[in-house]
């Protein structure tokens, strides 16, 4: 049973978000971004154990503005959590049969889920603020009937359990012998009662030679038997000195890991080693303790949610990088939160949900895999989604249809005719047809999981994109913006190559579906003309690419070019000349720029970085920024969220 | 791991007994006559099941044909197996059905706080208004159609969809008005947020048709499907059981009896077992043995029953396992010159045998007339007798207020819930609240009746008492309502209530407590018997619905006669049992003889005799008379069947 969808309304700076979850999901965002607000949500909503009838909130959880704003004027606290099958048949008969109460079908698709809504809301008439778990029918409502009892949370929480480990981390608390994992683990461990027998036996045996290895030991027990004397407990010997606990229980529970420190034969206990292996050290202990303890101690169906804030905390870039690798070898589902790039670096864009505050509020945003409207059902409909089953599908107890892909013009008249004369419906599936344009295919995200890898940590926590094609555009942006006195990086604007890390299509759908604000500066050629099409197969009008790709002014110029008539000839012929290549036409003849741009296109790279560097030995200022490209900069730095 | 009870139960099995309750899977017909046990077979096989399976999650689903007999089975099976009762549901057809609909109604647009309307009077209200509004629609429709009601039932039991309907009529005017009447009336009673009971089938059978993952999902919860009383299931039952296990799930077991059909009339046929074994391939297990009735009584009935012809190839007569009392149990009274004189006759012979234990005593008959008449003639005698009879209703004044003013809690804005909450309510405390002012209030607000009630009764009153119970309604029955300890504190609050009464002994209101002390426990039996069935946990909208199936009727009171339909008297039985009105035109009826005596009609009757006789413990008495209401009757022919009476005489 897999969570898939989180909604959360009201609950601290979450007003309104709808997240889908993946197997793996990271939470990406700044601080304050609501990311641990999301993990904690999930916390509350799924408690280790059913409560009673107070509430797991405090007031501030509620979400609030004003001053004069309080929990009772809160619209209330809603959590919302769906877990759902991808495919028919996939959750276990024995999983059906338990919760069958619960359970909801979407009969078309023959896809099973559970909806749970924990609420939390001021009630007028009872005049108090109530509180309340619900499981949901498909269209959002409770469920009545059995579905509605109370009961069903604790058979619920039975199968789907929440381990939560947060940012700070302490080995000390979560290898102590009440913790949630090793507490549980050395609680369930088995010894046989003959084992336990022969063990205490033995236990004695060691104590009593340790205690007789030292007479002094006996004076002072003697000594101390007096106490009992004295308090009248009875006759006899009532005083004795255990050197170890006499039962295998209290022995285990002393348990500790040691590991070796490094480069010595020396075996330190966890907590004496540095705050990173710590850190690790619990991930492991997490994912031995799903692997051999979850379904004995609670069903054969259980599954577990892993809520993991920070894991990158304490670790250096390496082993960051190297955890999210291991991660994967985590049998459950887990939702991370993270600020780290290197993190993120490792984490494929669609398991990205990338929080940003947007005033009070947080919003979310991530690569859709697809697209929905609310449509009414009718059977033309069902037998164009049976004909056209790779892409489109319906629920009809939602009333929603669905497109995993950009919706082609065929596809979309044949939507239009089905529902002909219903301008609403017509609406709505304009609306989804313009919106599945930004769908990335799977090519285009293998491509940029692939070439966009080194930059995808930092890119996404950015707060603007300014395209460019290649090394030398990034290189100049990069300097132009420093002349103008502008920082890129101060104002969260990161400059893209987009030729070296995938096409400038699938980094403006990444721009759109993560709402980053972007700018495109590409060459005004044949190359750059290509790149202008594809921006505009993504549905966008005209309008939009106006303001959103920038060819260089002239017809037919590229960036050397452009230069090179933008006043930095000069720059290049002594840069030229430095490496001795010659050129064959005077300052004056025809032909003479395009001549030392197509020199210098032949090190584009080079002979940008000698240009800069030239430039600020000379120490260029502001003047010496192209009107074009300066203005480039200053619309993204004023675009930033 | 199994209790001392199931045990002993399991012991007690005969060998044939035993071997079907092992019966694992596969389709089985167990064909069991009167008195074989088979509820103890069922109950067994299913403890079994359950007991074997402990740490599974899979439920067993029992259908039965009575709620009493649901939760007969349920305490046994809970008493052998206990803590495994949350993995049962058994319960009637219907019952089954409107938790179906209750949990996936919402694909069919059946809202799942739907009201169960039981009785004529409440449809019969619906078709009136689907008429008037069909009248506007269509010339055709005339006030006639309103007679059309049992026409409309029994096109819902066949299954018949509203827009199917045209068709189904040989009389091409008829089918015309139908047409527009029948979709009529589903749209009155969808408006009304209603179903009735044939709906309950209909729409269940609907949602797993429509919907083959929900008869999928139902399939894979419930492995086990057992059905009693399979005889009298109807098309529209069976097309049910169909759709929910389509071809796939064949794992039913089947207990049915082709010689105790006696619900014909109401689609039941002898074929249905047939059809089953066809349809599922099932094997077949017999279990003639009679636990039940003395030999004679035995031999009676197989006398009788042999004159059947539409019945199952191979039939087993019944088997007498019971020893003879040794002084004849079986007598037949000589002929009465009319029924006036059988009835005081019988309740003589009553009163003489059976004064001490009067509880153990049914008088049975064919109609409703004969037991009124024979209960008048027991009254004569000073003999306590009761009817027996479903009652839709609570009467008294109390339990009418307690399930009103909680149908109003479930029903936000109903008006007629809320005008009996403050009709009674006047009643038990004298407090008037006039319902349109509530209703006035509650324009514009967006709480219900009920909240608003409480207000107007909370400035009215300011005794102790009274505020007690609004603050207890307010409390319970709002939000995060716990209707049962409403009704908890309501049963006290009546205990009270009549203790005051009591001692204000002249009071002329205490008309407001007639019928009290019965309905309170009727009300706590079926409290229990449906949170039994639903678990602690039931919502006040399935207590309701249940409720609305369930008969109100008190369980007699100890040494008191009970008079009863031999319909009523179905899978019972008693220690002295009284056939009366044995006259053809009686038992058999009228009706059956008009089709002939072959007819399968005639056969119906045929078989309401023989499961009137096999309800017998003890001793069976008949009696017949020669005149009834005026009109000279001939004695019935299964008396010459059964061979108590010969052509001679």
Same mark, same amino acid.
């Given at each position: ?17 709808? !997240?889908p979850?993946?197997?793996?999901t ?9 990311? %641990?607000?999301?993990?904690?949500a ?9 409560l ?14 004003k ?7 809160? #619209? ?14 996939? @959750? ?21 889920? +559970? ?13 108090? +603020? ?6 949901l ?22 199968y ?13 608390d979560?290898? =102590?012998?009440r ?25 004695? %045996?060691?104590?009593?030679?340790l ?7 006996? &004076?002072?027990?003697?000594?101390l ?7 009248v ?24 890991v ?7 034969? *020396? $075996? ?22 799903? $692997?051999?303890f ?15 804030e920070?894991?990158?905390a ?8 190297a ?16 600020? =780290? ?7 494929p864009f ?7 505050r947007?005033?009070p ?17 009718t ?5 164009f ?22 919706m082609?013009e ?6 239009? %005719? ?7 419906v ?16 799977d ?13 995808r ?17 990034y ?20 400059? +893209?190559?987009?030729q ?27 190359e ?10 993504r ?16 017809? /037919?110029?590229?960036? #050397? ?18 490496r ?19 020199? +210098? ?14 430039l ?19 619309? !993204?730095?004023?675009?930033v969220? | 791991?199994?209790?001392?009870e199931?045990?002993?139960?399991w ?5 044939? &007994? ?20 088979k ?12 007991? =074997? ?5 899979f ?10 007999a649901a ?33 996936? /109604? ?5 809202n799942?706080?739907f009201?169960?309307?039981? &009785?004529?009077?409440d ?13 506007k ?5 005339? $006030? ?22 045209r068709?189904?009529?040989?009389d ?24 009735d ?16 993952a ?50 014909? @009339? ?24 009679n ?15 042999r004159?059947n012809?539409l019945r ?9 396992f ?7 149990p ?49 009254r004569n ?23 009103? *003013? ?11 819930h ?10 038990l ?29 909370r400035?009215? =009153? ?14 319970y ?11 908890k504190?309501?049963?006290? @609050?009546?205990s009270?209530l009549t203790?005051?009464?009591q ?10 407590f ?23 946990? *039931? ?22 006669? *009970?008079?009863m ?7 019972k ?6 056939l ?48 009834y209401?005026g @009109? ?17 005489e």
């Open positions: 049973m897999k969570l898939r969808e989180i909604i959360v309304k009201n609950f601290r700076c979450l007003v309104d978000v709808v !997240i979850i993946s197997d793996t990271v939470l990406a965002g700044e601080n304050n971004s609501g990311k %641990t607000a999301l993990l904690e999930l916390g509350i909503a799924l408690p280790r154990s059913a009673g009838r107070g509430t797991p909130f405090n007031e501030y959880d509620y979400h609030m503005v001053t004069s704003d309080s929990p009772q004027t809160s #619209e209330g606290i809603v959590i919302e959590l769906w877990f759902r099958e991808d495919a028919p048949d996939e @959750w276990p008969n024995s999983l059906v049969q338990a919760l069958n109460d619960i359970i909801q079908t979407e009969p078309v698709m023959d896809l099973d889920s +559970i909806g749970l809504r924990l609420s939390s809301k001021y009630d007028e008439t009872a005049k108090e +603020i109530v509180t309340k778990w619900e499981f029918a498909l269209d959002g409502q409770p469920l009545r009937g059995k579905g509605a009892s109370l009961g069903n949370l604790i058979k619920f929480l039975s789907i359990r929440l381990f939560y480990l947060s940012a700070l981390r302490d080995s000390d979560e290898f =102590s012998p913790s949630q994992f090793w507490g549980r683990i050395l609680r369930d461990l088995k010894i046989s009662e003959e084992q336990r027998k022969t063990l205490t036996e033995e236990l004695a %045996t060691i104590n009593d030679s205690l007789t290895a030292d007479p002094r030991i006996e &004076q002072v027990r003697a000594s038997d007096k106490v009992s004397k004295i308090m407990l009875g006759t006899g010997q009532n005083t004795s000195i255990q050197a170890l606990p006499l039962k295998p229980w209290d022995l285990m529970s002393k348990s500790q040691v590991i070796k420190a490094r480069g010595t034969e *020396i $075996d330190l206990p966890l907590t004496r080693h540095g705050q990173g292996m710590q850190s690790l050290a619990i991930l492991f202990l997490f994912q031995s303790y799903i $692997d051999v979850l379904k004995p101690l609670f069903q054969p169906e259980t599954e577990a949610i892993l809520a993991l920070e894991p990158e304490h670790l250096h870039p390496q082993a960051t990088r955890l999210a690798t291991n991660l994967g070898e985590i049998k459950s589902q887990k939702i991370i939160s993270s600020h =780290s790039p290197y993190f993120i670096q490792e984490i669609t398991q990205i949900r990338l929080l940003r947007d005033g509020s947080s919003k979310v945003s991530y690569v859709k895999r697809f697209f929905t409207a609310k449509v009414p059902e059977q033309e409909l069902l037998n989604c049976t004909n056209n089953a790779h892409k489109f599908a319906y629920y009809s107890g939602t009333s929603t249809l669905s497109v995993s892909g950009r082609e065929k596809e979309y008249r044949d939507l239009l %005719t089905i529902y002909s004369g219903q301008i609403e017509h609406a709505e599936l304009k609306r989804l047809r313009d919106e599945s344009r930004l769908y990335l295919s090519n285009d995200l293998a491509d940029l999981d692939t070439y966009a890898k080194r930059i940590g930092e890119i996404l926590f950015a707060r603007a994109w300014l395209l460019c094609e290649g090394q030398s555009e290189l100049l942006l990069r300097y132009f913006a420093e002349l103008l006195g502008k920082s890129l990086d101060q104002a969260g604007v990161a400059v +893209i190559d987009f070296n890390n995938g096409s400038p299509g699938a980094f403006l759908g990444l721009a759109r579906a993560f709402e980053i604000p972007c700018i495109m500066v590409c060459d005004n050629d044949d750059g003309n290509k790149f202008i099409k594809q921006v505009k197969d549905g966008l009008t005209d309008e939009e690419i106006n303001e959103l790709i920038r060819p260089l002014p002239e017809k /037919g110029v590229d960036l #050397e070019l452009f230069l090179v008539k933008n006043g930095f000839a000069l720059e290049y012929r002594q840069i030229l000349a430095k001795n290549v010659s050129l064959s036409k005077k300052k004056t003849e025809v032909g003479f720029k395009d001549e030392i741009a197509s020199r +210098i296109r032949t090190d584009k790279t080079g002979y940008t970085i000698a240009l800069i560097e030239k600020r030995s000379a120490g260029a200022d502001e003047s010496r920024v192209p009107e074009f490209l300066g203005t480039a900069i200053k619309d !993204i730095i004023a675009k969220v | 791991m199994s209790t001392r199931f045990i002993a139960a012991k007690e099995l005969s060998p044939i &007994q035993r071997k079907t309750a092992e019966w694992d899977e596969d389709p089985l017909l167990v064909l069991a006559g009167p008195g074989s046990g509820t103890r077979v069922l109950t067994s096989r299913i403890a079994r099941i359950l007991d =074997s399976t402990q740490d599974k999650n439920r067993i689903l029992g259908l039965t044909f009575t709620n009493k939760d007969e089975m349920r305490s046994r099976v809970t008493n052998f197996v206990p803590g495994q009762e949350g993995r049962l549901f058994l319960g009637t057809f219907h019952s089954f059905c409107a938790d179906v609909l209750r949990q996936h /109604g919402t694909h069919l647009n059946i799942p706080n009201q169960i309307y039981s &009785q004529d009077i449809l019969q209200a619906v078709l009136n208004d689907a008429v008037e509004e069909a009248k629609m269509s010339d055709v429709v005339s $006030d006639l159609d309103k007679k059309t009601l049992t026409i409309i039932q029994r096109l819902k039991s066949l299954l018949v969809l509203p827009e199917d309907c068709e189904v009529f040989r091409t005017g008829f089918g015309k008005r139908m047409a527009v009447v029948y979709p009529a009336y589903e749209t009155e009673l969808a408006k009304r947020n209603a179903l009971f044939n709906s309950l089938i209909f729409k269940s059978y609907q949602l797993f048709t429509e919907f083959p929900f008869a999928k999902r139902y399939q894979t919860v419930y492995p086990y499907i057992c059905i009693d009383e399979f005889q009298d299931t109807n098309h529209a039952q069976y097309s049910f059981i169909r759709a929910l296990t389509r071809n796939q799930h064949r794992n039913l077991f089947i207990v049915a009896d082709d010689d105790q059909i006696i619900y014909q @009339w109401n689609g039941a046929s002898h074929k249905r077992i047939a059809e089953f074994m066809k349809d599922y391939s099932s094997r077949v297990i017999q279990l003639p043995m636990y039940r009735c003395p030999p004679e009584i035995v031999e009676l009935a197989n006398n009788l029953i004159h012809f199952t190839a191979d039939k087993k007569p019944l088997e007498a019971r020893t003879s009392p040794g002084k004849d079986v007598h037949l009274l000589p002929k009465f010159p009319d029924f006036d004189a059988e009835a005081a006759e019988i309740a003589k012979d009553i009163k003489r045998l059976h004064s001490g234990h009067l509880g153990s005593v049914v008088i049975l008959g064919r109609s409703r007339k004969l037991l009124e008449g024979a209960k008048l003639a027991l005698e000073g003999l306590p007798a009761v009817i027996s009879q479903r009652k839709d209703e609570f009467e008294s004044t109390p339990f009418v207020w307690l399930h009103s *003013i909680l149908r109003l809690a479930n029903d936000r804005q109903n008006r007629s809320l005008e009996a909450v403050c009709g009674t309510f006047a009643q405390v004298k407090v008037e609240v006039d319902f349109e002012d509530v209703v006035e209030q509650a324009q514009g607000s967006n709480l219900g009746y009920l909240q608003h009630w409480v207000k107007i009764v400035q009215k =009153s300011q005794t102790a008492s009274v505020k007690e119970v609004i603050d207890q309604a307010s409390r029955l709002g939000e995060g309502r716990d209707f049962r300890t409403f009704s504190f309501a049963l006290n @609050w009546f009270k203790q005051v009464q001692q204000a002994n002249s009071d002329p209101t205490t008309e407001v007639a019928r009290y002390e019965e309905e309170r426990s009727a009300w706590e039996e079926l409290m229990r018997e449906i949170t039994d069935s639903l678990g602690d946990e *039931i919502t006040l909208e399935a207590f309701l619905q249940e409720l609305q199936m369930h008969s109100k009727e008190p369980s007699p009171k100890p040494n008191t006669v *009970i008079l339909t031999i319909h009523g008297a179905k899978g039985e008693f220690d002295h049992v009284y009366i009105g044995l006259v053809d035109d009686e038992l058999p009826s009228f009706q059956s003889k008009q089709k002939g005596g072959d007819s399968p009609e005639m056969e119906e009757e045929r078989r309401n005799c023989f499961v009137a006789i096999t309800r017998t413990i003890k001793t069976l008495t008949l009696s017949y008379a020669e005149k209401r @009109w000279p009757k001939e004695p019935s022919r299964f008396l010459f069947e059964m061979g108590l009476l010969s052509d001679q």
